[in-house]
């Protein structure tokens, strides 16, 4: 885990921050990422599977709404169509999606869970919970929900 640590200032000396006014410290982009590097560290050292975050959450997407067109699947969970065309890929060599031509459309490209995807992405979904507990444990409730509903506004 990083830590923060205070720069040693030297008398006299004026530090770049001061003079341009910019701290990066207090600067929200900047702490979502060290926040999401936090998390990262928690996710990745309690995943079953193996499974990525961007594995996981295609996974849990598909547990949620049930199968879909591979192009959906990246729109849900907010991925370019590379993108999700290399996580089902990926999925798929392990067992977890089978994929199937859309027989209406033969452009488009199917996803559904495997009995092995949906028993693999159940356990996930609960340790994904002890994930997201773990990670807001320095916050009071009342501070989860508030993070919770600021970030869904900036999303």
Request: charged letters at 25%; hydrophobic letters at 45%; one cysteine or more.
């Amino acid at each position: 885990m990083l830590r923060r640590e205070k720069l040693k200032v030297l008398p006299g000396k004026v530090e770049p921050a001061e003079a341009s006014g910019y701290l990066l410290d207090i600067q929200p982009g900047f702490l979502m990422r060290v926040a999401m590097q936090r998390h990262t560290s928690i996710f990745t050292s309690r995943m079953v599977e193996d499974l990525t975050q961007t594995q996981f959450a295609a996974l849990a997407k598909l547990l949620e709404v049930g199968p879909c067109s591979q192009n959906h699947l990246g729109r849900l969970i907010y991925l370019d169509a590379a993108t999700i065309k290399g996580v089902v890929d990926r999925l798929r060599v392990r067992g977890f999606v089978i994929t199937s031509d859309d027989p209406k459309d033969r452009r488009r490209m199917d996803v559904a869970l495997t009995e092995r995807g949906r028993q693999v992405t159940e356990v996930a979904v609960k340790v994904a919970a002890e994930i997201t507990a773990a990670t807001l444990a320095p916050l009071t409730p009342e501070e989860q929900r508030a993070i919770g509903k600021l970030l869904t506004k900036l999303t």
